[in-house]
């Protein structure tokens, strides 16, 4: 196997430099902050030197110019203004101590205290000079802070002042100006390690690419159409001691592998396909192959036995079938008789069923027919009934009308009386009594009506109550005569109702009997009919068996 570098090994180098790039960065980031603070520091420190310098030589110079000014002209506010200064504002020892604060060279110190001096030697001068313009002496003070000696030391004191910035301002700058080239070469460095890391993170892409992610792409490929089932697919890669190289010898090893299990499997499954079982998995399969190695060495055992046994089983279904078949044939012949003697018997117990069916209707009828007349009967005897009422109502009607007429005959007996004795007092009247003797002879003659009409009305009442006692004697006979018909109508309904009810049960003993042998008839037609197909299915049992033999006796099995 070919030598190469690990790529973990390489992967740790790379990551190194570029680790140790990103700490060289971090480092010079940091120095680059902190010089950028001191930088900030120093020129802060100028700016406060060179301001509390400057107020330093301010303070003195307004001293200088305010007690000039109170020589010259007198005037109070500049000897306030001068005092003022010497008492309370004090700049002049501000801005000494913010400069000591802040930090400065013995040479500086020695050259501010030499003008303090100096300074300090005019105010006996200045204050004099006041003293003459308080006094009225101004030529005198003018004199002393404009003289000689004054001027002298003030313009010893500018020079000191302008030596001092001079000094202070290159000493101030030279410490600037050295913190910026350090910024400088910080930002060097940085640029620097930003580029040492950017090209070793590229370096390291690109490695990665090569000798990484193109072989794992190459691998994730092949490894695919290992997935499918593709073992001969060109892998061009070759394997050597990184970790991809041993894993590119992993996938040419499973191929092969592979490729000598499918091609034992193929081969012991195309000698079984051909019917040889005499075979021996004898190929020592390795890990999770060799439950398969085991299941084809136990498919090849069990396949040896179940066809052994079904070579016996064959040739005793064999042997069975043919006695079945026998067997089938005659029960079917039986069968096919039975059926047909069950078919007559049906036929002869439905026409039976036919005529108790016509007979029960009959009798249905006729049920229905002395229903109907003993309804009838049971109608005139009620109307009978009604009409001996009615002719008992007349027969006591009549007898009232004979009290009625007795009623009358009297009214016209008395009517005759009141009309005689009218026409005899009529009579004793003589002439005044003609108009009523003639009302009494009309209420005469009206009464002798009456009466005759009474008698003829009494004869005709005679005559309709024999007439009513003969039809209610006739009518008493004819309601005897239909009560005893009714009652032979109800006895004659319940003897046809019994009748009707026993040709209906008949009729539907006869149509269980029909039903019944109509399932007979389907269970013999069914019997007989699985009889002709199991002796058809015996038979074909029979050939499948002598084919099924055949079959067996290609298989090649073991002794």
């Known amino acids: 196997m070919k030598k190469s570098i690990n790529q973990s090994l390489l992967s740790y180098i790379l990551n190194g430099i570029s680790i140790f790039a990103l700490l060289l960065t971090a480092f010079w980031l940091f120095a680059y902050s902190s010089i950028s603070g001191q930088l900030s520091e120093a020129n802060e420190e100028r700016y406060s030197l060179t301001y509390n310098a400057n107020r330093f030589m301010n303070g003195s110079a307004y001293l200088t110019n305010e007690v000039r000014a109170f020589a010259a002209t007198g005037d109070q506010v500049h000897y306030d203004n001068y005092w003022n200064e010497i008492n309370n504002l004090k700049n002049r020892d501000l801005g000494v101590a913010a400069m000591q604060e802040i930090g400065i060279t013995d040479q500086e110190q020695a050259m501010i205290d030499e003008m303090s001096a100096l300074s300090n030697a005019l105010v006996p001068l200045e204050e004099e000079a006041m003293k003459e313009v308080q006094e009225g002496k101004n030529q005198a003070a003018i004199d002393y802070v404009y003289g000689e000696e004054y001027s002298t030391a003030i313009a010893k004191i500018n020079e000191l002042k302008e030596q001092?910035?001079?000094?202070?301002?290159?000493?101030?700058?030279?410490?600037?100006?050295?913190?910026?080239?350090?910024?400088?070469?910080?930002?060097?460095?940085?640029?620097?390690?930003?580029?040492?890391?950017?090209?070793?993170?590229?370096?390291?892409?690109?490695?990665?690419?090569?000798?990484?992610?193109?072989?794992?792409?190459?691998?994730?490929?092949?490894?695919?159409?290992?997935?499918?089932?593709?073992?001969?697919?060109?892998?061009?890669?070759?394997?050597?001691?990184?970790?991809?190289?041993?894993?590119?010898?992993?996938?040419?090893?499973?191929?092969?592998?592979?490729?000598?299990?499918?091609?034992?499997?193929?081969?012991?499954?195309?000698?079984?396909?051909?019917?040889?079982?005499?075979?021996?998995?004898?190929?020592?399969?390795?890990?999770?192959?060799?439950?398969?190695?085991?299941?084809?060495?136990?498919?090849?055992?069990?396949?040896?036995?179940?066809?052994?046994?079904?070579?016996?089983?064959?040739?005793?279904?064999?042997?069975?079938?043919?006695?079945?078949?026998?067997?089938?044939?005659?029960?079917?012949?039986?069968?096919?008789?039975?059926?047909?003697?069950?078919?007559?018997?049906?036929?002869?117990?439905?026409?039976?069923?036919?005529?108790?069916?016509?007979?029960?209707?009959?009798?249905?009828?006729?049920?229905?027919?002395?229903?109907?007349?003993?309804?009838?009967?049971?109608?005139?005897?009620?109307?009978?009934?009604?009409?001996?009422?009615?002719?008992?109502?007349?027969?006591?009607?009549?007898?009232?009308?004979?009290?009625?007429?007795?009623?009358?005959?009297?009214?016209?007996?008395?009517?005759?009386?009141?009309?005689?004795?009218?026409?005899?007092?009529?009579?004793?009247?003589?002439?005044?009594?003609?108009?009523?003797?003639?009302?009494?002879?009309?209420?005469?003659?009206?009464?002798?009506?009456?009466?005759?009409?009474?008698?003829?009305?009494?004869?005709?009442?005679?005559?309709?109550?024999?007439?009513?006692?003969?039809?209610?004697?006739l009518s008493a006979d004819t309601t005897e005569a239909l009560t005893a018909a009714v009652s032979s109508s109800h006895r004659s309904t319940e003897m046809i109702e019994r009748i009707a009810d026993s040709a209906l049960q008949q009729a539907e003993s006869i149509r269980q009997i029909g039903q019944g042998m109509e399932q007979i008839s389907e269970v013999v037609q069914i019997n007989a009919s699985t009889a002709e197909e199991s002796a058809m299915s015996a038979e074909e049992l029979q050939n499948r068996a002598g084919e099924l033999q055949e079959s067996i006796q290609q298989f090649q099995l073991r002794k």
């Open 164 to 473: 001092f910035l001079n000094d202070l301002d290159a000493r101030t700058k030279t410490e600037v100006e050295r913190l910026l080239r350090m910024e400088e070469i910080i930002k060097v460095g940085m640029v620097t390690a930003m580029i040492i890391v950017a090209v070793i993170q590229i370096a390291s892409m690109l490695i990665t690419r090569w000798r990484v992610l193109r072989p794992v792409i190459a691998v994730r490929d092949q490894m695919g159409e290992i997935s499918k089932g593709n073992l001969s697919a060109d892998f061009s890669l070759e394997s050597n001691t990184s970790e991809i190289g041993m894993l590119v010898e992993s996938i040419h090893e499973t191929k092969r592998e592979l490729k000598t299990y499918i091609n034992d499997i193929d081969f012991k499954l195309a000698q079984m396909a051909k019917g040889n079982m005499d075979l021996k998995i004898d190929k020592n399969y390795r890990g999770e192959f060799l439950p398969i190695q085991r299941a084809m060495d136990q498919i090849l055992n069990a396949l040896n036995i179940s066809l052994a046994k079904i070579h016996v089983t064959a040739r005793q279904v064999s042997e069975e079938s043919n006695r079945l078949s026998s067997g089938a044939q005659v029960l079917s012949s039986g069968t096919v008789k039975q059926a047909a003697a069950v078919q007559e018997l049906s036929a002869s117990i439905q026409e039976i069923s036919g005529q108790v069916d016509r007979t029960s209707r009959d009798a249905e009828n006729a049920r229905q027919c002395f229903a109907e007349a003993a309804g009838q009967l049971s109608i005139c005897d009620q109307k009978m009934a009604d009409l001996t009422s009615a002719i008992e109502d007349i027969s006591k009607a009549s007898n009232q009308i004979g009290g009625i007429i007795k009623t009358i005959e009297d009214i016209s007996f008395q009517t005759n009386i009141l009309a005689l004795n009218a026409a005899v007092e009529a009579a004793r009247a003589g002439e005044a009594g003609k108009g009523f003797a003639i009302v009494a002879g009309e209420v005469q003659n009206l009464a002798n009506k009456s009466t005759a009409s009474a008698k003829d009305i009494a004869e005709l009442i005679e005559n309709s109550m024999r007439l009513v006692n003969y039809g209610t004697t």
